[in-house]
């Protein structure tokens, strides 16, 4: 079964950095584009950023624009997502994506597989 497994998040003071990990259980998943999602308690699960398979092309979130990289090492099957400037309103539960179904999307519903997340918290 394919797995998407989050590390790396934890309580941080705002303007601080984190760096959140993604594995991926099957190799097959670096010719899949991937992505982070967040969801804060009460809200939907937004768009963070995404990144093509060959990590040529990227894309991210208005709200995390210039202070989050997405980034991936198909050699070792993990995605990465650096944080820096950290606001607490990027407090969240953080969650890595892929899909066999499109390219690059910022869409939820164009992820078909989803990893079980990992909390962020930004303390002010």
């Known amino acids: 079964q394919v797995q998407l497994r989050e590390s790396g998040g934890g309580l941080v003071q705002a303007g601080g950095s984190l760096r959140l990990s993604c594995v991926v259980s099957?190799?097959?998943?670096?010719?899949?584009?991937m992505a982070w999602f967040r969801q804060a308690p009460g809200k939907e699960r937004d768009f963070v950023a995404a990144?093509?398979?060959?990590?040529?092309?990227?894309n991210y979130a208005d709200t995390v624009k210039g202070r989050f990289t997405i980034s991936r090492d198909n050699t070792k099957n993990m995605v990465y997502l650096q944080m820096n400037s950290l606001k607490p309103e990027d407090t969240a539960v953080y969650y890595c994506?892929?899909?066999?179904?499109?390219?690059?999307?910022?869409?939820?519903?164009?992820?078909?597989?989803w990893g079980q997340g990992t909390q962020v918290t930004v303390s002010s």
């Open positions: 099957e190799q097959i998943f670096t010719y899949f584009p």
């Open positions: 994506a892929s899909t066999s179904k499109t390219g690059i999307s910022s869409m939820y519903g164009n992820y078909n597989y």
């Open positions: 990144i093509t398979w060959s990590g040529g092309t990227t």
